[in-house]
């Protein structure tokens, strides 16, 4: 059977084995078959540069201090002793040395070879004739000889016939160890060239090697690489300096004057850099390892020794450079052996060996050069240890560029494997909007539709959502933004879009915010409504309220009304709060059938709504109000088997331009209550610029007042008599009255400054004002009151549960002690048995200072006969209500009847207030109440006509009441009683001035 042609696939296969048969033979055979071929040519392979054998000349010498011709040294030479070295120990005084040339030396073509690379001039005379041979001094004309030349590191005397006799003067700067070397001629040429091919090849390896390590680092912003190739550079001309070509510099010779200043600071930047290398290369091993204190001071050590090297000489430099390596050694010596330990690192211990090998090599070299060691002087130096850190710098270079491969690579697959299992999107999209990738998660969001290669952004999401994606704020900066998508379902999904610009791409994330925002919205709602009405809560009604008055600023009407349930309180008390919530969902839902879109209704307390009606007048407002109270009571409410009837009370008012949210409130709040005491509509309304309006708006005025601790001015008393029904004429007593007049000098009503006080927390200063006026004035003018028996004062509710005012006021009536007696605190019931145990407490320190209690308002509160012989007051003082119009209620006659006869038996007295006619006042005579308050008898007089008073007989207005009250027959049985005291009075002898029961 013949074969075909080869297909396709075979041909493509044979290629490709080919190509990988040709790759390891570049990669792998290649550099074998170069290492092995290395070994073979040094192993047995001739040398390019062969010499003959040469030999170390013996030589006297020895160091001159004072200048001396060469006759006066020469016989001092004879009788020093022969040697072949001699260490300077950085000496740089002159050295005279003195070779005799044995007659093999001195044949034609023989030289003397002086290799010293710190010897900087040298001359040299025939040691018999003194006749010059030559002189040298690289400081001065490095390349001017006669004899001498430079040659290498050091110098050769080279002339056609060498003398017997060789006297030289030599000067060195550093630790030099000088020697003579006897050669032939013929073998420096080619040593010369072996020394200046060894210095290229490390000057050209090290610095290529330098560069690329500063390219990489450039490339890779990586600094340490940085560091890297700054110290190869210092580690060449640690080479140079050792290998003793450190006198040129790229081929070019360095200036001589320079030559010394550069060594000090080749040595000097050597050790910094290597310190610094070491410092950054293991920062994260040194702080792992507890190290880096150690090695930080050293790298602070570096400083001194910089400045060591611009200002010390080379012989008291180089001390100094000696001590800091030895000392850097150790530590970082210590440091290096800790982080082996520990790590155990390859790129650690590539990099340890090459600075291991750097240092060590730089020790050796100081301590051989300091007590002059030979033996590997030669061989383990500056030179060798550049070649052999700098190899291990490139494999730990090396390892830690395949470590890094390996990284990326795991990183590569770990992002790979984040990228399409990351339960957010992830995608890419080409500048038309293409989707060119997208993980699963991101297909799975997007649904069927994502198509990878063929689907664009709007296929899928809004238009404007691409504009925004498009037209972003510049590469790296991130767009972020929310869509929507409507999967095939019907369903709607939120998402959220965060992507920014990476060159021609954008790439950014898609994930499913849907149950995030709904719940958001949830909690939105919550914020800004009530969660049982789910009508707006306090919080989102002001907002309304704030932005009804931004409106109302750019000319739009703005009408607030206030409704307050009525008795809604006895449907929780009867049924339980489950039945008044049901009744609250249920008041809330016909409430806002008559509101229209922009009019909004807010629950801010238990049964108390706010209703913001925004663009709507106060005509259009008013209607909608009568609407609401309508649907309040066109039936009743159900819940279960129950039915309950509730009525509303709406305070309605027209919002002014520069009202705030707070007075706003207040003032529909008072628009409410009103309309809860008239009880005819249900509803008040407060048109801006009406009376009732004024009087709220001036209310409001004093409220701020108050609360911004203003000092209250136009304050003043009145008083009304309070006169006895039996002895009118034989007492003088009186109520204290606020009174108070504006900056106008008008007065203001006395509700409105109380309601002013109690809204803004200041009735206590203000009780403490009148309190403090009335025993002032009492003091003043007691002389004038020999009629008087008791002052009746008011004390609020908030005085007396302020322990402070309660505190300063019997401080205050301490100090009127001679007047206190006459004071009786009015204490209306209701504030009296809130605490009876405190109340108490109050009636027997008042007592202590001699003052007397009255309760007031009797009977209009919460009336327990009980609570009477808890409460040991003086004098009960029966309500108005009881009193006004008494006569034309025989139910109201019967509670007064009992009040007093309730009170003679517990011994108090009673006053009756608000007797406003002739009938009463006789009514109240013939049911035995002993003082009478009220409009029949005198209204609030001035001080000063209480002064000129007598008794309270002679301020009684009403002729009738006069002349009734001084023709009744005095009670003489029950004279000698103090109702008040309950003891017997002082004796009828005493006269009534001196009395001071209030026996009426």
Known sequence: ????????????????????????????????????????????????????????????????????????????????????????????????????????????????????????????????????????????????????????????????????????????????????????????PVLERQFHRDAGWLDGGLLLMALFTLVVGILNRERTYLIFAAWLVINQ????????????????????????????????????????LFRFLFESDLERTRTLRGVRLVVLACLPVLAAALVLPYRHFLPVIWIATAVGVCVLGYALAVILARTRSSVALWYAAAMAIALGASLYEVIAAAIGLKGLIATINSTT????????????????????????????????????????????????????????????????????????????????????LQHGEGAGRTVEFETRLMHEDGETRRFLVRAARAGDKIEGTLQDITDKVRAHEHLQFLADHDPLTKVMNRRGIEACLRRGLQRLRRGKPLAVAYLDLDRFKLINDLYGHVAGDAVLQQVCERAKKPLSPHMYLGRIGGDEFLLVMLDTPLQRAETVCRDVLLHLMKEPFTVGERAFQVRGSIGLIEVWSNASPKDIVATADRACREAKRARASGLVVYEHGSRAFREHE??????????????????????????????????????????MHDEHGNRVPTERLIRAGESAGRMSLIDRWVVESALQWLTEHETRLPQNQFVCLNLSGASLNDERFIEDMYDTLERHRGVAHRLCFEVTESVALHDIANTRRFI?????????????????????????????????????????????????????????????????????????????????????????????????????????????????????????????????????????????????????????????
């Open 698 to 739: 001036a209310e409001m005025q004093l409220v701020e007042r108050l609360a911004a601790g203003q000092k209250i001015e136009g304050l003043f008393l009145e008083m009304q008599p309070i006169v006895s029904l039996r002895h009118p004429s034989q007492s003088l007593n009186f109520e204290v009255l606020l009174r």
């Open 844 to 1000: 027997d320190r008042l007592r202590s200072h001699g003052a007397r209690l009255a309760l007031d308002d009797f009977g209009a509160g919460y009336t327990s006969f009980s609570y009477l012989k808890d409460l040991p007051a003086d004098i009960l003082k029966i309500d108005g209500s009881f009193i006004v119009n008494m006569n034309r209620h025989p139910a109201n006659i019967a509670i007064v009847e009992a009040i007093v006869s309730l009170a003679q038996n517990l011994g108090m007295k009673t006053i009756a207030e608000w007797a406003e006619d002739f009938e009463t006042v006789e009514t109240l005579a013939e049911i035995g109440v002993d003082f009478v308050q009220g409009y029949a008898l005198s209204r609030p007089v001035s001080a000063e006509q209480i002064l000129a008073a007598q008794s309270g007989a002679d301020l009684i207005a009403d002729a009738r009441v006069g002349e009734y009250l001084n023709s009744a027959a005095p009670d003489d049985d029950l004279a000698h009683v103090d109702w008040v005291l309950g003891h017997p009075g002082p004796d009828k002898t005493d006269g009534p001035s001196q009395s001071r029961s209030i026996s009426g």
């Open 237 to 276: 001309r640690m080479a140079a300096l050792s290998g003793g070509w450190d006198y040129q510099w790229l081929g070019h010779l360095v200036p001589a004057d320079w030559l010394t200043p550069m060594r000090q600071m080749t040595l000097a930047l050597y050790s910094t850099a290597t310190v610094v």
């Open 385 to 468: 240890a550049a070649l052999a850190s700098s190899l291990l710098a490139s494999l730990a270079i090396a390892e830690q560029f395949r470590q890094e491969h390996l990284q990326r690579l795991a990183l590569q697959a770990e992002l790979q494997h984040t990228f399409d299992f990351l339960p957010i999107g992830l995608f890419t999209l080409d500048t038309q909007g293409r989707f060119i990738s997208a993980n699963p998660a991101a297909v799975a969001l997007a649904g069927p539709g994502l198509d990878v290669g063929r689907t664009h952004w709007e296929d899928l999401f809004p238009v404007h959502d691409w504009t925004q």
């Open 1 to 188: 059977m013949t074969s075909g042609p080869s297909s396709p696939v075979a041909s493509s296969g044979t290629t490709a084995r080919i190509e990988h048969g040709l790759q390891l033979l570049a990669a792998f055979l290649v550099p074998l078959l170069a290492a092995l071929l290395s070994v073979w040519a040094l192993w047995s392979w001739p040398d390019e540069y062969p010499v003959s054998k040469a030999r170390l000349l013996a030589f006297t010498a020895t160091v001159v201090d004072t200048p001396q011709s060469p006759a006066e040294v020469r016989d001092g030479l004879d009788r020093q002793v022969l040697r072949t070295d001699w260490d300077t120990h950085l000496s740089e005084r002159p050295l005279w040395f003195s070779v005799r040339l044995a007659p093999q030396d001195r044949a034609p073509g023989r030289v003397i070879d002086f290799p010293s690379r710190h010897a900087t001039a040298m001359r040299c005379w025939d040691g018999d004739t003194l006749q010059p041979l030559g002189k040298i001094d690289r400081r001065a004309d490095p390349g001017s000889a006669e004899g001498l030349r430079p040659s290498r590191a050091g110098f050769v005397l080279a002339m056609p016939q060498l003398p017997a006799h060789v006297l030289c003067e030599a000067r060195f700067v550093g630790p030099a160890r000088f020697s003579a070397v006897g050669r032939a001629a013929a073998d420096l």
